[in-house]
T-cell receptor
Framework: DAGVIQSPRHEVTEMGQEVTLRCKPI?????LFWYRQTMMRGLELLIY????????DSGMPEDRFSAKMPNASFSTLKIQPSEPRDSAVYFCASSSRLAGVDTQYFGPGTRLTVL | TQLLEQSPQFLSIQEGENLTVYCNSSSVFSSLQWYRQEPGEGPVLLVTVVTGGEVKKLKRLTFQFGDARKDSSLHITAAQPGDTGLYLC??????????FGDGTTLTVKP
């Protein structure tokens, strides 16, 4: 089975530009998580969805960040406008209530660099 | 706010040595996960433990969940260079949101 798929794997952009990160969760999983990882702050939960509905977005840094999950097989994380401090690796993860919601499967990540 | 503290933060050992990594909290969790992350990749699940006192073995790796379900340990026997990576523990509440530790960076030198 395919794991969590993220695209792009690398993104380099200039300050002020819009950035869109994409995620396809494992088929049949009903939870989807967006994380950000930096050396300074470690792995931070940004937002998570259950059955395509956002449940907790308290980790979203500010209004420049938004996330959507239009269907069970696709989610996006958008940053507009981007800033240099947004540079990080962004991970998407998914899990299943049936198999154990706390057991999360991570994608390979998107390394974002904002110049 | 639930916190998970991992220790040590960094560990550098020679091939063949044994090591233990700890994950501690004052909070009770319904389950605890251990992940390993290699450079340029996402965390990969190693194990889930759910019962207090539970011990699970994965080849040379032994995982233990504390009796009170507040802490856990990971023991590696005869470490190999392929064990090098960032080890993350995560505490779950079965409600969707997990708490991750800051990780232990392990380097095993040949």
């Amino acid at each position: 089975d395919a794991g969590v798929i993220q695209s792009p794997r690398h993104e380099v952009t200039e300050m002020g530009q819009e950035v869109t990160l994409r995620c396809k969760p494992i088929s049949g999983h009903d939870y989807l998580f967006w994380y950000r990882q930096t050396m300074m702050r470690g792995l931070e939960l940004l937002i998570y969805f259950n059955n395509n509905v956002p449940i907790d977005d308290s980790g979203m840094p500010e209004d420049r960040f938004s996330a959507k999950m239009p269907n069970a097989s696709f989610s996006t994380l958008k940053i507009q406008p981007s800033e240099p401090r947004d540079s990080a690796v962004y991970f998407c993860a998914s899990s299943s209530r049936l198999a154990g919601v706390d057991t999360q499967y991570f994608g390979p990540g998107t390394r974002l660099t904002v110049l | 706010t639930q916190l998970l503290e991992q220790s040590p933060q960094f560990l550098s050992i020679q091939e063949g040595e044994n090591l233990t990594v700890y994950c501690n909290s004052s909070s009770v969790f319904s389950s605890l996960q251990w992940y390993r992350q290699e450079p340029g990749e996402g965390p990969v699940l190693l194990v889930t433990v759910v019962t207090g006192g539970e011990v699970k073995k994965l080849k040379r790796l032994t995982f233990q969940f504390g009796d009170a379900r507040k802490d856990s340990s990971l023991h590696i026997t005869a470490a190999q260079p392929g064990d090098t990576g960032l080890y993350l523990c995560a505490g779950g509440t079965n409600a969707g949101k997990s708490t991750f530790g800051d990780g232990t960076t392990l380097t095993v030198k040949p």
